[in-house]
């Protein structure tokens, strides 16, 4: 996309009118592969397995990703504290290496680095306003020392729920506003819509962006995709295709969104199809495309008639792809015991829940159901 | 699994009465990663971005593989050339590279290295059974000079359909038998099952595997899963989860079935769960499970406490997960336009299919629906 | 429900506390029995197969219904004309016969009858408020001539659509306030839950009832289920059971709902279940309950122990039927043109749609899908 | 369908190639009309309720049927009796009558009259064969003296279960071969095809009938549609439209199928539905065809231009009718206990179940979920 020479920043790429393309979702991707452990979900990888975690970088930037997201989620120190973790790694060697490990990869493109904020248990264990700062600055210490180009801090809305849980995405005085994670596409892209009308309606000028799942949730409610029973073992059936990415890059676009990029569930031929959908309007297609033919294209080269016979946009814009699961619902309640902020039940542990504590929720879950 | 120490090789570890947990499929998985084109298939990837080879061989390893199939599927030179490939190596270096990569990550664990013999497209373009025979020992040559442990030939049942596409894995006078590929774990744990029957009545004895899709086809007719209308791009709400895979290795297991494997969307998390199921069996957990808890153990970990009731097996086990698309069905009805081996319609060509052609088959698609 | 003797009128019923069960919906159910054209939907069989009627309206008197609804739905002149009909009777007689067989059947128990005035096919020609009241008042003046116990009035609210189509019933100076027809249960307690808060904080007092379709309509938009594609013929699939009428019969009485009925799609068997749910609020059975048991309780008698071991409330409760219909969707989206009242395409027609006309409609309609 | 004067008898009309309509199921229709009780299923409604039951077969006769099958299933006086009825009718009354309603209806037009023989409980409950003859003799008794044109006799195939249940409808000496019941029309029409191979094999002759489900049941086991979950309360999502019966009527036909009936679900619209697909066959519509406009021809007249584009036969062939229920699976598992005649768990009792044993039969379902 950006010429090759000076690297621009983030706002002048936007102000210039440039469609930016985010990267994915690193745990989920990373969990998949074997190197995150889901219910911590701690980033100890970019330490651990440097490899790993560079190889999807790179996977991200030939798929078009112009942002390196640092591996740096949920790194606070207190998180992987309490996550059980007995790690040779410290909060702050993890988050350095996270940044490196960015820094190298963007630098074989022409990607610029963000360092990511993000919301501490502290906040959820209802610590004091004292103490979450001092971990915020904690992370955003090192970021500042390995000179990210840009944060993008994740800040949950003030009120428990607006049925929109609205993050606002901070560059230096929040020049960028959006959406990230809990929700589909399609509501964040709406959402997103309607953020703009505020922000436009009160005289102010923003950039936007989104960067939602790659599942389909039109059933969750306003805590997003972690409330549902699926969450976060059974969500394959969501996943989305390319088909439904095009469609996604398209209306982001069409609303005025210009940081187009994703979250959980992510993985680079994701990313790939929001850069395809966009090539005209950014005027280049990603090294990955070398091994991609747009809307399946690729196919024409297949052996059976009917299998070239895909080789058209229409038949994949067309398609509703079947769920092979006919003992399987296409929706879902999801689950919410009236617990927020401050409640008991939010208190973070050092330790592990214990077995009786466990038993207790099950017992619980099996009443609701 | 294995002592350390001199590698034992397949047929041993069968006799012994081991659990051979195989790999997954690369091509399905770097086609995602961006290294491989969906249409031709080919894995020139091993000579132009190693890189992504040997990680995927490595998250397979660590998730438990104790085998590694080197990446040479439809490698043979015809194919190649008729995929319009201008490439700068040449089939068989492209094999060799492969070959060395897969040994390379073996000898980090203590896995053997499996030659993939495949069809090649003469056979349906109907040329003579020299020529298919040269090609063939072309393929082998490669795997003879780099010495791999075993061979994996996928011949196509003779009759063009039983319902079943009974896939020989040959090990030398094939000691091993069994399914690769086409169909879901379902399906070709039952084939098995028949195949064995047909083995033991014939007085014969044999060691049995099965590399399933990891995709649910519960609808696709005797052809498997290319005819299904969302083969390849749509096929996301087909993915089966982590639980289907332990349900999977169970079966397979009381089967008898102990070669138990991968094909088409396993990914590395599949294959870890497989390792997971059996480790009992197996007396050992792959070295990935140190990121992972079986059966969602690592959600007691969750800051939600309906989240932490998750935290069991028998959660996951009675899951009926949703698709989130309300307007997709939940089976698909397969095409095919009844065409056979010596069809025009299936002669290979060297160039890609002209437009022309293309119309006249999107044409023939429209008729059909 | 109510004593022998004299009857009470419906305002004296509900100002009482009663709960008053209505009828369900007569062109539906006659259509299927074959004594009404879909389409035109007229009421003609009032006076042509009186027998089929009178059934009718004794199966709903037998399952519980308190009131029958003369069978008079757009039965005005205009209407039966413009349908194309060459009748042997005028829509006067047939309103008269419908009439006299209504209160045939309530004199056999102890219910009231109610004359159904409707939208007449004049008001979306748009002709002017002359006409269409003149219309109006000769429907009327047969109810009053025989003597109807109260009517029921449909008018369509005045904005082409709020997302709920408010119909207004009214009992002189309209009393009883509620919605009828296009939306399923679900939609219509909610929106008369939203009409009952709009009444009482305006600091007016009035009684509400409901009368839904019996079909689920969780996708249909703002003008209800005619713009489903599956309306009329298809919609079985989304017919309620009787568990979903204990359900719906609860929910109604929850939101202070005290004429509880249905439109479209309630068979006999539906109003029985509304009846079985209230019996302690009303403190009867119906006499048709004499020929079920109420949540199943008839199956103890089955042959087979696991259909006896669904003789049980909480087993129908819980129960998610399938649909038996895997290629099939569990959502549509919604017909619309784009057209509301006084559109060309909306005028009325005294003779049917010219085969030019259809043509044209049918390529409209697949440029659309 | 046949010329006035003398009534030809089922062979003559068969064997000169006519195509005889058969009728819909009593028990389920009359079940939701609030007739039969759901459980013991006992025809008395013939003897308390004569209206209800003449009706329901001039509904049948004005939508096609050539046959009114009496309404005595289940009417021994065995199975009366333990099914816990109080009646003051006998089953020789009740059967009476039901011969006598049928004849009378079948003498409004064209129609025959056949005697249902069905199954006996004793047979189940392993009484001798003397015994279970006593009680079909009985049966047989009442159609020779009521002079009933031919007997359908429900036979159950003597091994319990080749996953086809083989009713074999006999009419003297059994000149008519088919199936009835407990499986969805494709099944049937499978099913009848594979009788005919083995009758033709056989070097004999014979007609063919089918009375499927009105219901979808693609995932029912052998034993049909009682063990699966739905029935009898839940299977409305099951219903077949009236596109699912042009074809089966098709289908059947194409089989050589010239007895095209139903059995339970049908309503008389699904006859209609039959009459109208084979009208050039059969050289003429059914009289309740005045109402009703074949493939939604009567839709021409429907006030919005979108639901006049349905008046065509390719768009109702085409459309995937919705179920309206998200959070619905498509398909069920078949509730099954292994339980087979002589069973235990298959005695008939004379009293309903006791509470004990229901609870001890509610735990038993419960471990199986």
Known sequence: MAPAGEKKNILKRLDAGEVVIGDGGFVFALEKRGYVKAGPWTPEAAAEHPEAVRQLHREFLRAGSNVMQTFTFYASDDKLENRGQ????????????????????????????????????????GKTEEEVKAIFIKQIDVFVQKNVDFLIAEVWGVTPCHCITAHISVSKCADIVGINCHFDPETCVKTVKLMKEGVEKAGLKAHYMSQPLAFHTPDCGCQGFIDLPEFPFGLEPRILTRMDMHKYAREAYNAGIRYIGGCCGFEPYHIRALAEELEAERGCLPAGSEKHGSWGSGLSLHTKPWVRARARRDYWEKLKPASGRPFCPSMSTPDSWGVTKGHADLMQQKEATSKEQLEALFDKASQGH
């Open 86 to 125: 007995t790690l040779s790694f410290t909060g702050r060697q993890i988050n350095e290496a996270a940044c490196d490990l960015a820094r190298e990869v963007a630098n074989e493109g022409d990607a610029l680095v963000a360092g990511g904020v993000s919301q501490t248990p502290a906040y959820l264990s």
